[in-house]
């Protein structure tokens, strides 16, 4: 195989994979925009049924991946999903001296390191930009555009489902189910949400931002998460009141003292003037602070055909100009991570009325060295389902789970209460 300094003609491109974004990738590179970038080869299951009139009648529709490695093909972009077997195919495809390009959190989360390791060996690039969200341009801003400082911290609202939920709910306090069912009619949503939801999408884009921004490995799986299925309407009126709205937070902060990463997605209250909050709908935004540069902001459209097809294709002109750029996840270290952040915590209680709950609760508290700042209850509510708000001095999470597991025993819950920490403006910066 030619290497791609030495390509003679435009840079030849198989798609593995032909859904949502292997369709929109196909459309550009059928214009003319790009005559560097040849589509030759369309692989997918059944690929009968996807084959489609406006690609061009020489392209190679297959089903067999190993046509797509037959010594005509300069880069595969592997868009099937999954980590099996899309993880073999970027491992056949290296081995055969073929470059990479892949929109695949979930691989290059859990295996970005060996494949990284497999991309140097076969001395071919393997690029993801497309897997952090989607059309914003942060792999690379992060290993070129700034990669002149040493990064600290990384924040970001990484899953565009969660955030149209939440400021759905917000901005028409409609119910987190009510949004889920609208989000799923409008495609914005998957039939079974969990993956967005509890945490797990935005977990793994998470990890790989903490290998490209903070050059560490994490277990994906050790990044704590939270699900914003409890959020309710109330928590927005209350995190009003506080002059926050909720966000779903991705963050990683590198302890320079222990050297750990401390990471955790979870929803969050933010200031509602800070660039977290300013992201609404399916937008995703990454803010990262350096030593030397302070805080950056990235942001734009974090998924859909088009806007991912974009990275995917901008990745493919990196290779075609022969600037593929550093390999894969060149992680200096794994590092141990810290579950642990220190912050102010927003905790509702849904409640069945009586006299002494307030004393109850400051009682666990306090034994979990835990300060009460104030008690919020806005009035109109029934006594048998009453809600009311507690906000605590910073503390550490551990600290309120603890606390949170005894009041959960206690029998005048309706619902189990909700925490979320209250990020200061130094977290979700202004
Ligand atoms: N959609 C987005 O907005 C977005 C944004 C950022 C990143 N991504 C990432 O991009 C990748 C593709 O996402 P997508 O939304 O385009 O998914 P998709 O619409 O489900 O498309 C996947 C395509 O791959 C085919 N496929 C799946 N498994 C296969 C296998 N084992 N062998 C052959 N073909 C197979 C599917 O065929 P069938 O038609 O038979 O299912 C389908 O055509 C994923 O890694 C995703 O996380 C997507």
């Known amino acids: ?15 593995a994979g032909f859904g949502t974004v292997g369709q929109a990738v196909a459309r550009i590179l059928s214009g003319d925009i790009h005559p560097s970038l040849q589509l030759t080869h369309i692989c997918n299951r059944q690929v009968n049924r996807k084959k489609v009139g406006w690609v061009a009648p020489e392209v190679v529709w297959t089903e067999a991946f190993d046509d797509v490695l037959d010594g005509s093909v300069d880069v595969v972009v592997e868009l099937i999903g999954g980590r099996s ?16 390009v892949t929109a695949n959190k979930q ?67 409609v119910a987190y189910a009510d949004v889920l069912a609208e989000a799923q009619r409008l495609g914005y949503a998957e039939a079974d949400p969990t993956a967005d939801v509890d945490g797990f999408d935005a977990q793994a884009k998470l990890a790989i931002l903490i290998a490209v921004g903070l050059g560490c490995e994490v277990g994906v799986d050790d990044i704590p998460l939270g699900s914003i299925r409890p959020i309710s309407a109330i928590d927005f009126s209350y995190a009003k009141r506080l002059g926050c709205v909720i966000r779903q937070v991705a963050r990683a902060e590198l302890l320079p003292e222990s050297g750990q990463i401390r990471a955790a997605v979870q929803p969050a209250l ?29 942001s734009g459209f974090g998924a859909g055909g088009e806007p991912t097809a974009v990275a995917v294709v901008s990745d493919l002109l990196a290779i075609a100009r022969g600037a593929p750029g550093r390999q894969a996840t060149d992680v200096q270290a794994r590092r141990p991570v810290a579950r642990e952040f220190d912050a102010p915590h927003y905790v509702r209680f849904m409640i069945r009325d009586r006299p002494g709950i307030i004393a109850a609760l400051a009682e666990v508290f306090s034994r979990h060295a835990i300060n009460v700042d ?6 109109g509510w029934a006594k048998t389902e009453l809600p009311f708000v507690m906000t ?24 189990p209460p909700l925490w979320l920490p209250i990020l200061s403006r130094g977290e979700a910066r202004a």
């Open 1 to 15: 195989m030619m290497s791609t300094t030495e390509r003679v003609g435009p840079c030849r491109v198989a798609i």
């Open 107 to 173: 691989v290059i989360a859990h295996d970005g390191v060996s494949l990284g390791q497999a991309a140097r060996q076969a001395d071919r690039p393997l690029l993801f930009e497309a897997a952090v969200a989607g059309g914003v341009p942060i792999v690379r801003s992060l290993r070129e555009g700034i990669a002149g400082d040493r990064l600290y911290r990384i924040q970001g609202v990484l899953n565009g489902t969660c955030n149209y939920i939440l400021t759905r709910m917000e901005r028409e306090g």
């Open 374 to 379: 104030a008690v919020w209850q806005e009035p």
């Open 85 to 100: 077997p899309a993880r073999d195919w970027i491992e056949q495809a290296l081995a055969a001296g073929v470059a990479v």
């Open 270 to 298: 933010v200031p509602d003037d800070s660039s977290l909050a300013r992201v609404e709908g399916t937008q995703n935004i990454v803010v990262v602070d350096g030593e030397f540069g302070g805080e950056t902001a990235f």
């Open 392 to 415: 605590l001095e910073s503390c550490g999470s551990a600290s309120v789970t603890a606390a949170l597991n005894e009041i959960g025993q206690f029998d005048f819950h309706v619902r």
